[in-house]
């Protein structure tokens, strides 16, 4: 895959999205207009900003969600990152980032973002940027015997837990994470495999 094709997808995946909130339609053509005026906006290379793909994961009964105590957030949020150049698609980078940073090998993946958000962060590049944040539902695999899947926590996180939807922890995003999880369990019925 090439940076070229990565930029086409992305471009044609958010032109393609039907979305009904009206904020959320605003940002999604913010993000194209930024796509627009760059050919490396996937690429985590342009400091002015660039796109990132995550993925809030729910279990299979919808009623937890998987967080990552993130390092240089300092809160819970959902899982995600920098696309990489391997990456076919956003879609392609969300479940790779939810896979590594999970621990759990079969996600589902919604086919189209449940959300996109932008925030100012000095990440890998060392400076202060904006990511422009391309999000997925991601729902997890029941488990033989009931329960919640087993988890991995990678190096990128502090601590990775599930919570209650209903009960997320004192120091997320506020109301931003509530409101994904919303969109996440609004979008929950239309997933399909990644």
Not at 37 to 64: E, F
Request: proline share 6%; net charge negative; glycine share 8%.
């Amino acid at each position: 895959m090439s940076t070229a094709s990565l930029h086409t997808s992305a471009t044609e995946m958010l032109t393609g999205w039907e979305i009904t909130d009206r904020s959320q339609d605003s940002m999604r053509h913010t993000v194209l207009a930024f796509l627009a005026a760059r050919d490396d906006a996937c690429l985590r290379s342009c400091a002015p900003g660039h796109l990132t793909a995550s993925t809030l994961i729910l279990d299979h009964t919808g009623t937890h969600t998987l967080l990552t105590l993130h390092p240089r957030v300092g809160a819970w949020i959902q899982v995600g990152g920098h696309c990489e150049e391997s990456d076919d698609t956003l879609r392609d980078a969300a479940a790779r980032e939810a896979r590594e940073e999970s621990g759990i090998p079969d996600l589902s993946l919604s086919v189209n973002p449940i959300a996109l958000h932008t925030h100012p962060i000095t990440c890998s590049l060392g400076v202060p940027t904006r990511h422009l944040d391309v999000r997925f539902l991601g729902i997890a695999p029941e488990v033989d015997g009931g329960g919640l899947p087993d988890i991995v926590r990678s190096d990128e996180s502090v601590d990775l837990r599930w919570w209650p939807v209903d009960d997320l922890p004192d120091d997320t995003h506020r109301p931003e994470m509530g409101d994904l999880v919303a969109a996440a369990l609004a979008a929950a019925r239309g997933v399909s495999p990644a």
